[in-house]
């Protein structure tokens, strides 16, 4: 189509010298730009900017040197959020604050030490990435879609906080919070990971700790077998007289039961929903092993009999 040419053309005549020929032999790119202006569009409806606009911006996010591969996995959606807001968009701005408001509010309850409410932080944190400085674009221009937008934003909001303090506290010495200071993310490739690590360390091994105390002292001990002591199924099944099949069934069952009550325990404690549950899960894997193992340094306990 001859608007899809057209970006094309646009697109590569804001691209450096380097990077232009590796995006010129791309036979799909055409499709490609159009097919990330659409899926935005559709994730997130249509904002004011036009499309000349959003692409200009993948343009501009684009590093020197870049490869079509990494080009293909930028966060088209979060991009085109970005790309609105740095505009003014008052419906991107709504957007914004829908989608990432609990997470600057938690940013700020758990500052612990800044003397300020969640409405005035939020408002800071609008003036720090929707209005532009002398010579300069809004900061939220500078996100380059390379991450998710979220993680984006809660490294900015924990960031800016412990600017507060530092301003605040003068030649002073600096009274962060240590939990406040641990959530923030180092420069890695994924920020969300640190983040989820640092911040959800403490509450993660409480949750533990609570689910493992409410599974029944069978279920313990049957974890405490295969991962304290490395019985295998069939070890545990002569252990209880059972078949091999049974045993699996009731380790499954014990590893199922801990996680349940885990995932109740943190949900309840940091009042987030199944998707963010997932991604603490996926990103304290490492940690779990080592956690449960610490759980299970304890007797065996005495089991009821069976009814």
């Given at each position: 189509m001859a608007d899809d040419a057209r970006l094309r053309t646009l697109f590569l005549g804001l691209l450096d010298d380097e990077t232009r020929p590796t995006f010129e032999a791309d036979e799909t790119l055409e499709v490609r730009l159009a097919s990330m202006l659409e899926t935005a569009e559709a994730a997130l409806g249509t904002f004011k900017i036009t499309g000349d606009d959003y692409i200009s911006h993948l343009a501009g996010v684009v590093p020197s040197g870049c490869t079509t591969e990494a080009f293909a996995k930028l966060r088209a959606g979060d991009l085109y959020l970005a790309c609105a807001c740095a505009a003014g968009d008052d419906h991107a701005l709504v957007a914004f604050d829908t989608e990432f408001g609990r997470d600057i509010d938690l940013a700020i309850a758990r500052s612990g030490n800044v003397d300020l409410s969640k409405?005035?932080?939020?408002?800071?944190?609008?003036?720090?990435?929707?209005?532009?400085?002398?010579?300069?674009?809004?900061?939220?221009?500078?996100?380059?879609?390379?991450?998710?937008?979220?993680?984006?934003?809660?490294?900015?909001?924990?960031?800016?906080?412990?600017?507060?303090?530092?301003?605040?506290?003068?030649?002073?010495?600096?009274?962060?919070?240590?939990?406040?200071?641990?959530?923030?993310?180092?420069?890695?490739?994924?920020?969300?990971?640190?983040?989820?690590?640092?911040?959800?360390?403490?509450?993660?091994?409480?949750?533990?700790?609570?689910?493992?105390?409410?599974?029944?002292?069978?279920?313990?001990?049957?974890?405490?077998?295969?991962?304290?002591?490395?019985?295998?199924?069939d070890q545990v099944g002569a252990l209880y007289h059972v078949h091999r099949t049974t045993a699996f069934r009731w380790i499954e069952k014990a590893r199922k039961s801990l996680l349940r009550e885990t995932r109740k325990a943190l949900m309840n404690r940091l009042r987030v929903g199944s998707g963010e549950f997932l991604s603490i899960m996926r990103v304290v894997g490492g940690d779990l092993d080592v956690s449960v193992r610490r759980l299970l340094v304890s007797d065996i306990e005495a089991e009821p009999p069976k009814s």
């Open positions: 409405d005035e932080f939020r408002q800071l944190l609008r003036n720090k990435l929707f209005v532009p400085r002398p010579g300069k674009r809004p900061k939220i221009a500078d996100y380059a879609g390379r991450g998710d937008l979220r993680s984006w934003v809660r490294v900015t909001a924990l960031r800016m906080i412990v600017d507060i303090v530092r301003s605040r506290a003068g030649d002073r010495e600096i009274p962060v919070d240590s939990d406040m200071l641990s959530s923030i993310p180092a420069q890695t490739d994924d920020p969300e990971l640190e983040y989820i690590q640092r911040v959800y360390k403490t509450e993660f091994k409480d949750a533990l700790q609570d689910g493992f105390a409410a599974l029944t002292p069978r279920e313990r001990n049957l974890l405490r077998h295969q991962v304290l002591h490395g019985l295998n199924i």
